[in-house]
């Protein structure tokens, strides 16, 4: 286990003993609940063997569906390399999730400073969190199931991938999913049963998060099941998450299957070039404990290293855009754009809302012993809450409801905000400064809520490149945020939506108020 789980377990269990005396014998219950589960993720294999049917690069969120799927034939011999180790149950803690960016399980990527976006950030830089895990981000991300639009997927297949139309994908979805939810918001017509995934709700609801709902309608936004093939309107967030706690893709598609023979994993190996022969993956190289292994793949090698360290790998390998690999004294096996048309989605994360009302979570629910005993004991609460994320909304700022249209803008509705959660100003990476002038409350208690806003088809586009033939250094990321206008017109666009949304007669209890103190680099605006 790692240290700072053992210093926070200690400290909590501290500081329970004196006010909850029981909760003792919960957080060694917590402890004991940790090294079963931890018995249940596939193990590190001690000796790999020199050659393998596939060879998987990345035990996250699509190396683990590989991994599944192509052990179920038995014929084939199956490795899993996987740069990170093991998850602990301390990470299923849903409303910890910001909290694990600041551990080894994020890969700790900053994007380059830029003239159009991250300015108010530690070195003009945005942190980019990535998961080093079994499970990888999806072990960090904050688990909202979100699909995505039927619209999209064809308009994908319409540009010549085939396979990804909506009705190709779809029964996919279908078949990996458990769907847990009830509720009358959801339409169980469009999900799966008894698949590997579980989908659900955090047990705990917040009042905030049922206004956000509420006002969606009364603006004339249905409440929807954005997971139905089509994302427009208010709704309660769908996660993946099962009795309270986080569902990682480790846990969902390795754990039932670690008995499997033909499947081994190699844990804490990072795989530092694909070994070609003329045009053809036969192997790897990967480092681990300091030491270089070589082993072959008969039939192929998939890259499912994430959106970062995919490109770097191919690129480190000899694949990618010739200029850019002789320039660092790379052979060239293949010329391709790789790194190019770089995609994230633009947002803008603070626009906060205060409230005269006790609703939001607030800084101390991390050592609240009562909160931590409803987690404990029960798995519910605020600590249920996905990274204090429970609504989320897709709207198109630019036409009124009710008309025809293709959202351009998703609205996360977050039960807090960095005002009464201070911690989450280092997850966004504010600068000193600006938290300092802007943000710091000074041991103030204020509860209040977050709408952060995504773009939803950025056109804005970035690269990533090499810095250098070391594998162990960081590639450049150059995000590209905001480097074409319209995705700035629709964040600007969405900040005055989400005073439409404040302006409801669902939020009128809480008296919401825009915290729009100045940021000084800002304020000529
Ligand atoms: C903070 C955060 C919040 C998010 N929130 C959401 C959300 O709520 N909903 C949602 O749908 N999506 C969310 N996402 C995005 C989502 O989690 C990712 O899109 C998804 O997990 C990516 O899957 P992947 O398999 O491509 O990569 P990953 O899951 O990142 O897996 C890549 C794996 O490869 C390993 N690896 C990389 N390089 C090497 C190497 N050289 N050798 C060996 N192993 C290597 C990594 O350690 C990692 O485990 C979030 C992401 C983050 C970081």
Redesign the pocket.
């Given at each position: 286990m790692r240290w700072w789980v053992i210093s926070v377990l200690g400290v909590l269990t501290l500081a329970f003993a004196a006010e909850y005396p029981p909760l003792l014998a919960h957080v060694l219950s917590y402890l004991s609940q940790n090294m079963r589960y931890s018995s249940k993720e596939p193990p590190d294999t001690p000796k790999p063997k020199a050659e393998y049917d596939f060879i998987i690069?990345?035990?996250?969120?699509?190396?683990s569906v590989l991994a599944n799927r192509l052990t179920e034939i038995n014929d084939w011999n199956i490795l899993l390399?996987?740069?990170?180790g093991p998850e602990i149950m301390m990470m299923n803690i849903p409303m910890l999730?910001p909290m694990l960016?600041f551990t080894s399980a994020n890969?700790r990527y900053y994007s380059e400073p830029s003239k159009h976006a991250c300015m108010g950030l530690k070195g003009g830089r945005c942190p980019l969190?990535?998961?080093?895990?079994?499970?990888?981000?999806?072990v960090?991300?904050?688990?909202?199931?979100?699909r995505g639009d039927a619209r999209d997927y064809d308009g994908w297949a319409a540009m010549g991938n085939k396979g990804w139309a909506w009705k190709d994908v779809y029964p996919y979805f279908l078949k990996s999913e458990d769907l847990l939810i009830k509720d009358n918001w959801v339409q169980p017509e469009k999900h799966g049963k008894g698949g590997y995934l579980s989908v659900g709700t955090a047990p705990y609801k917040s009042p905030l998060v049922h206004a956000f709902v509420k006002a969606g309608v009364e603006l004339g936004y249905k409440i929807s099941d954005y997971n139905s093939g089509d994302i427009s309107g208010f709704s309660f967030v769908q996660s993946t998450i099962k009795n309270g706690s986080r569902m990682s893709?480790s846990q969902a598609f390795l754990h039932p299957i670690r008995k499997r023979k033909n499947l081994n994993v190699v844990k804490y190996?990072?795989?530092?070039k694909i070994i070609m022969e003329k045009d053809r993956a036969v192997g790897v190289e990967?480092i681990k404990n300091n030491r270089r292994f070589t082993v072959r793949a008969s039939k192929e090698v998939i890259l499912?290293?994430?959106?970062i360290?995919?490109p770097?790998?191919l690129m480190l390998s000899g694949i990618g855009p010739r200029d850019h690999l002789q320039s660092l004294g790379i052979k060239v096996v293949k010329d391709l754009p790789v790194g190019y048309n770089l995609m994230d989605h633009p947002v803008i994360g603070y626009v906060i809302y205060t409230v005269d009302k006790p609703v939001s979570a607030y800084e101390e629910i991390v050592t609240d012993a009562k909160v931590i005993d409803d987690y404990i004991h029960h798995r519910k609460g605020l600590l249920t809450i996905?990274?204090g994320?429970e609504g989320v909304s897709f709207v198109d700022v630019f036409k009124p409801p009710g008309t025809k249209s293709f959202p351009n803008l998703e609205i996360q509705f977050c039960t807090s905000s960095p005002l009464s959660l201070p911690f989450v100003n280092a997850n966004f990476g504010i600068s000193d400064e600006i938290y300092n002038k802007v943000y710091n409350m000074n041991g103030k208690k204020v509860y209040s809520y977050l709408m952060f806003m995504t773009v939803m088809h950025p056109k804005s586009r970035g690269r990533i490149s090499l810095r250098s033939t070391d594998?162990l250094a960081k590639p450049r990321i150059d995000i590209g945020f905001f480097n074409h206008p319209d995705d700035v017109k629709v964040l600007v666009k969405g900040v005055e939506f989400t005073k439409n949304i404040s302006n409801t007669r669902a939020f009128a209890e809480f008296n919401p108020k825009l915290y729009d103190k100045p940021i000084p680099q800002c304020a000529r605006h």
């Amino acid at each position: 286990m790692r240290w700072w789980v053992i210093s926070v377990l200690g400290v909590l269990t501290l500081a329970f003993a004196a006010e909850y005396p029981p909760l003792l014998a919960h957080v060694l219950s917590y402890l004991s609940q940790n090294m079963r589960y931890s018995s249940k993720e596939p193990p590190d294999t001690p000796k790999p063997k020199a050659e393998y049917d596939f060879i998987i690069v990345g035990a996250g969120s699509a190396g683990s569906v590989l991994a599944n799927r192509l052990t179920e034939i038995n014929d084939w011999n199956i490795l899993l390399i996987e740069a990170g180790g093991p998850e602990i149950m301390m990470m299923n803690i849903p409303m910890l999730a910001p909290m694990l960016q600041f551990t080894s399980a994020n890969w700790r990527y900053y994007s380059e400073p830029s003239k159009h976006a991250c300015m108010g950030l530690k070195g003009g830089r945005c942190p980019l969190p990535r998961g080093k895990v079994m499970g990888g981000s999806s072990v960090l991300n904050f688990m909202v199931y979100a699909r995505g639009d039927a619209r999209d997927y064809d308009g994908w297949a319409a540009m010549g991938n085939k396979g990804w139309a909506w009705k190709d994908v779809y029964p996919y979805f279908l078949k990996s999913e458990d769907l847990l939810i009830k509720d009358n918001w959801v339409q169980p017509e469009k999900h799966g049963k008894g698949g590997y995934l579980s989908v659900g709700t955090a047990p705990y609801k917040s009042p905030l998060v049922h206004a956000f709902v509420k006002a969606g309608v009364e603006l004339g936004y249905k409440i929807s099941d954005y997971n139905s093939g089509d994302i427009s309107g208010f709704s309660f967030v769908q996660s993946t998450i099962k009795n309270g706690s986080r569902m990682s893709t480790s846990q969902a598609f390795l754990h039932p299957i670690r008995k499997r023979k033909n499947l081994n994993v190699v844990k804490y190996a990072m795989v530092t070039k694909i070994i070609m022969e003329k045009d053809r993956a036969v192997g790897v190289e990967y480092i681990k404990n300091n030491r270089r292994f070589t082993v072959r793949a008969s039939k192929e090698v998939i890259l499912s290293a994430g959106a970062i360290n995919s490109p770097q790998l191919l690129m480190l390998s000899g694949i990618g855009p010739r200029d850019h690999l002789q320039s660092l004294g790379i052979k060239v096996v293949k010329d391709l754009p790789v790194g190019y048309n770089l995609m994230d989605h633009p947002v803008i994360g603070y626009v906060i809302y205060t409230v005269d009302k006790p609703v939001s979570a607030y800084e101390e629910i991390v050592t609240d012993a009562k909160v931590i005993d409803d987690y404990i004991h029960h798995r519910k609460g605020l600590l249920t809450i996905t990274g204090g994320l429970e609504g989320v909304s897709f709207v198109d700022v630019f036409k009124p409801p009710g008309t025809k249209s293709f959202p351009n803008l998703e609205i996360q509705f977050c039960t807090s905000s960095p005002l009464s959660l201070p911690f989450v100003n280092a997850n966004f990476g504010i600068s000193d400064e600006i938290y300092n002038k802007v943000y710091n409350m000074n041991g103030k208690k204020v509860y209040s809520y977050l709408m952060f806003m995504t773009v939803m088809h950025p056109k804005s586009r970035g690269r990533i490149s090499l810095r250098s033939t070391d594998p162990l250094a960081k590639p450049r990321i150059d995000i590209g945020f905001f480097n074409h206008p319209d995705d700035v017109k629709v964040l600007v666009k969405g900040v005055e939506f989400t005073k439409n949304i404040s302006n409801t007669r669902a939020f009128a209890e809480f008296n919401p108020k825009l915290y729009d103190k100045p940021i000084p680099q800002c304020a000529r605006h």
